[in-house]
């Protein structure tokens, strides 16, 4: 029964494809089974929208009159330091960074950190974006000072390049200490008086191919309401995590580096946040499509919530130490109920990712399918998989290398 990829972009093209999303296969194969399902559906769309911290983009701003290198000198995007170690014209500003000067950098519990993650939200949206930028002045490039107004409409280039998202699963953050404490995954109450988790669960895109059977470098996505593409495997990519008998990983195991052209992105789906007490970071709308190539294939793809289990992990203890402390599993049934049960107690919980985007992200990238707008590619490299030799180590573990 195997299918190609080439086979079913030419179902797309002839307005013939099957496509649904990561939710609706999960009734479809209740219903059909799964050998029915594999012949029938060719297609299946997830969705993930939530905070993604190592997100960031690069622009080119075009020659100032006369000529300013920007390498080497200094730039502000609305006050939050870009950076300019490349060229003369090239700009990068990551989600996380926050104004020099502006008190607010300094995480005051309470307070809004503006930062870079509005920064592309505001590009997105078309707003102007005030550029300041000093350089040292050269006889090729002698302008030292700049201070204008850049829209994205008016830059030669602008380009979202994210090096780590979509997470496939990731712990629940609880809090066992006695004080509030301030986290990337939220406000964590004391004596686990809240839990937040960050997933989309049954329609997250690698709990889907838990395996990376058709995802790798070079898939087209869904990425921040334009079209993206996968480019190399995310930071902290680490296949080799202890897995269930379905292939979910037990911890956080692979990620995907992405890339796509800003100019056809929207701020609905590249949203600037603030993390009260931690900082700033970029909200962000990945869709990835999977191919039924197979019974296998189709089978990890009807995974439903129920089937999927995340730590519960206390970041009073494991951050600020590298220290994993936990304190079970709960499904992701169990956490969209509204509380699970940590140590006997019931504790309330809360998500920091958009399960009702994840489904629109989904939709939507189901309806370019069947539209014939977006066709399917052959990754040009796999994923890392389990058994490669990525192992994830603590910085202070790693042996000093003095040999040059």
Not at 171 to 182: E, G, H, Q, T
Not at 251 to 263: P, S
Not at 278 to 305: F, K, M, Q, R
Not at 370 to 375: N, P, Y
């Amino acid at each position: 029964m195997a299918k190609t990829i080439a086979e079913i972009n030419e179902r797309i093209k002839q307005g013939q494809a099957v496509v649904v999303t990561a939710e609706e296969i999960i009734d479809i194969v209740k219903r059909q089974g799964v050998t029915r399902a594999a012949q029938e559906v060719d297609v299946v769309t997830t969705g993930t929208f939530g905070p993604m911290c190592s997100s960031g983009a690069y622009f080119n701003i075009g020659h100032t009159q006369p000529r300013m290198k920007l390498g080497g000198g200094r730039a502000y995007l609305n006050d939050v330091p870009a950076y300019t170690g490349f060229a003369a014209a090239d700009l990068c500003i990551g989600s996380n960074a926050l104004p020099d000067d502006d008190p607010r950098n300094k995480i005051y519990p309470g307070e809004f950190n503006y930062g870079g993650g509005h920064v592309i939200e505001e590009l997105v949206a078309g707003n102007d974006v005030r550029l300041v930028a000093s350089a040292y002045g050269s006889d090729d490039y002698p302008r030292k000072k700049l201070e204008t107004w850049i829209n994205i409409r008016d830059l030669n280039s602008a380009v979202l390049f994210n090096i780590r998202n979509a997470s496939q699963n990731y712990p629940v953050a609880v809090n066992l200490s006695d004080k509030m404490i301030y986290t990337y995954m939220g406000v964590l109450k004391p004596n686990l008086g809240n839990a937040n988790f960050c997933s989309a669960g049954q329609l997250s895109p690698l709990l889907n191919d838990p395996y990376y059977k058709t995802i790798g470098i070079g898939t087209k996505i869904f990425l921040g309401g334009g079209i993206g593409f996968i480019a190399w495997p995310g930071t902290q990519h680490n296949p080799n995590v202890p897995r269930l008998a379905n292939g979910v990983p037990r911890d956080a195991a692979g990620t995907i580096a992405v890339i796509g052209d800003l100019k056809q992105m929207r701020s609905r789906w590249l949203v600037g946040a603030s993390m009260l007490g931690y900082g700033c970071t970029l909200t962000v709308g990945v869709g990835i499509p999977i191919p039924i190539l197979s019974e296998e294939i189709l089978h990890y793809t009807a995974i439903s919530d129920a089937e999927i289990l995340a730590p519960v992990v206390d970041y009073s203890v494991s951050y600020p130490m590298l220290k994993p402390d936990i304190l079970g599993e709960v499904s992701y049934a169990q956490l969209k109920s509204g509380s699970i049960m940590v140590q006997g107690k019931e504790v309330p919980i809360a998500s920091l990712s958009s399960y009702s985007r994840a489904v629109e992200i989904a939709t939507t990238l189901k309806e370019w399918i069947q539209s014939s707008r977006f066709l399917l590619t052959e990754s040009v490299a796999p994923l890392p998989q389990a058994g490669s030799d990525i192992v994830l180590k603590p910085l202070n573990e790693r042996p000093l290398d003095y040999s040059g």
